[in-house]
């Protein structure tokens, strides 16, 4: 059984930092993209950063280009995500995905995620 679990969110104020991880269990670790996507209320899901399973940058939000870091442990069977110069807009539940390259699709499918963790950036 999958099991992708999220740590790290919480409550801070603009221009603050947070390190999310992702510990992942029940895959392959080390063959398979993983990606930090997030949702704000009434909003879309977004992506927010993903990467290969040698570490390779797939791509990154333009929103957070330059202040977020994705990176990843294939040791610790974990993933995560550097978060500087937070700003209110940041605030979402931040999910954790795992994910393949299919080639019918021609693109990382993701098919397994965690439960999310919450980041709230005050002004």
């Known amino acids: 059984q999958v099991q992708l679990v999220e740590s790290g969110g919480g409550l801070v104020q603009a221009g603050d930092s947070l390190r999310l991880s992702c510990a992942a269990s029940?895959?392959?670790?080390?063959?398979?993209?993983m990606g930090w996507f997030r949702q704000a209320p009434g909003k879309e899901r977004e992506l927010v950063a993903t990467m290969r399973w040698d570490g390779g940058i797939i791509s990154y939000g333009d929103s957070v280009k330059g202040r977020f870091t994705i990176s990843r442990d294939n040791a610790k069977n974990t993933v995560y995500l550097q978060m500087n110069s937070l700003r209110p807009e940041d605030s979402a539940v931040y999910y954790c995905?795992?994910?393949?390259?299919?080639?019918?699709?021609?693109?990382?499918?993701?098919?397994?995620w965690g439960q999310g963790t919450q980041v709230t950036v005050s002004s």
């Open positions: 995905a795992a994910g393949q390259y299919k080639r019918p699709q021609s693109r990382y499918v993701y098919d397994y």
């Open positions: 029940g895959l392959t670790f080390s063959t398979y993209a």
